[in-house]
């Protein structure tokens, strides 16, 4: 309907008012569209509806969009926008690039209610979330909305943004304790640069370097942006006695920086073995002695020697699970617990049963003797 206020018109023409303006919008599919508007005749008089011309009108086929953030996340860039071609209502794939390079890849199809309802003929679903991975520093990241045939000549350049990603070194430092024969260590780390890292382990003024070559399942699942191994463990020799350890995540790449040291004073154990006799009982068969034995020097079983009545009765491997022994003696493993079976008539016996040293240590010590 031509009534839309056109004062220019009315000057011109007067005595007719001046509601006689038209402006109308059809939605049509990309392409070259020939439009005709005709003026219908308003009775009683003429007998014609006169055209009021034609104009050829191409209709673009390119995508359109947007973007509408681009934030830096752990390990690279979010953006976010919107995208539609206008050849489908089906998602529009975006590319994203880092410093001019295209290095990931969506689909335009989350819903944005807000982007219906300006183009309700596409429906809802052309929204993007994205990730790009990229090293930490000051990054040009730029959207394209990639063409969908049959119309449509360009990839639309949707927007670029400047986004400064953290490199910083970061992780934990899980355990810095007296372990066998030395200083055990362990954690886990990573560079957002290289995806790992290196620790540096200083023990009594020496260093020791450490990739973060182990497997960690659980660092990976909660930083899943950061493939491969991230942890490290490692046991460092040290004599016996107090010792002063740092350990320090290094940084990697070309920014950020060292995370400061983590520092502890532990005891490292070593010496004779050690060890409880915690049972001595007769069964059906003779007797059963049972308990834990460790040696500080290594984290392996211990053996025990027994003699029954002064006499040798054999030689056992304190090899058995015990979680106990195992918490109490981190870095030493939870196989030190023993069960011997000794056979024995029903007469009085004395059993005696001696730990056997390994490494450093002066004695096979005495761990316990019982009468039975
Ligand atoms: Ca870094
Ligand atoms: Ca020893």
């Given at each position: 309907m031509a009534n839309a206020p056109r004062p220019d018109v009315a000057a011109v023409i007067?005595?007719?008012?001046?509601?006689h303006g038209f402006s109308s919008t059809f939605d049509v599919s990309p392409g070259v569209h020939s439009v005709c508007a005709f003026a219908l005749n308003a009775s009683p008089y003429g007998d014609t509806n006169p055209s009021l011309g034609c104009r050829s009108v191409t209709v673009s086929g390119d995508p359109v969009g947007s973007l509408d953030g681009a934030s830096a996340v752990l390990g690279g860039i979010r953006v976010s926008g919107w995208a539609i071609d206008p050849d489908t209502t089906s998602p529009v794939s975006v590319k994203v690039f880092v410093d001019g390079v295209a290095v990931a890849e969506g689909a335009a199809s989350e819903s944005r209610a807000d982007i219906a309802s300006v183009?309700?003929?596409?429906?809802?679903g052309h929204g993007y979330s994205v990730f790009a991975a990229t090293s930490g520093g000051s990054h040009r990241v730029c959207v394209e909305a990639v063409n969908l045939p049959p119309s449509g000549t360009i990839n639309r350049n949707l927007g670029c943004a400047v986004v400064v990603v953290s490199g910083q070194v970061f992780g934990n430092v899980e355990t810095i304790i007296g372990g066998p024969g030395g200083v055990f260590v362990s954690g886990w780390a990573i560079d957002p640069d290289t995806g790992d890292s290196i620790v540096r382990v200083t023990l009594d003024g020496a260093t020791v370097d450490i990739p973060t070559a182990r497997t960690r399942p659980d660092v990976t699942a909660a930083f899943p942006v950061f493939t491969g191994a991230h942890g490290f463990e490692k046991l460092i020799p040290a004599a016996g006695g107090a010792r002063r350890v740092c350990v320090t995540l290094l940084n990697q790449g070309a920014t950020g920086a060292d995370q400061p040291a983590v520092c502890r004073s532990v005891s490292v154990l070593s010496g004779n073995p050690f060890g409880n006799l915690e049972n001595a009982v007769r069964t059906g068969t003779g007797i059963s002695l049972s308990g834990w034995a460790l040696d500080p020097d290594v984290a392996g079983p211990v053996s025990i020697h027994v003699y029954v009545n002064g006499a040798w009765g054999g030689s056992f491997t304190?090899?058995?699970?015990?979680g106990d022994v195992g918490a109490a003696f981190p870095?030493?493993?939870?196989?030190h617990g023993f069960v011997i079976p000794l056979s024995a008539g029903q007469a009085p016996v004395s059993v005696c049963a001696y730990l056997i040293n390994q490494g450093p240590g002066s004695t096979n010590p005495l761990l316990g003797c019982r009468s039975l």
């Open positions: 007067p005595g007719y008012g001046n509601l183009f309700p003929r596409y429906g809802a304190a090899n058995g699970r015990r870095g030493y493993g939870s196989a």
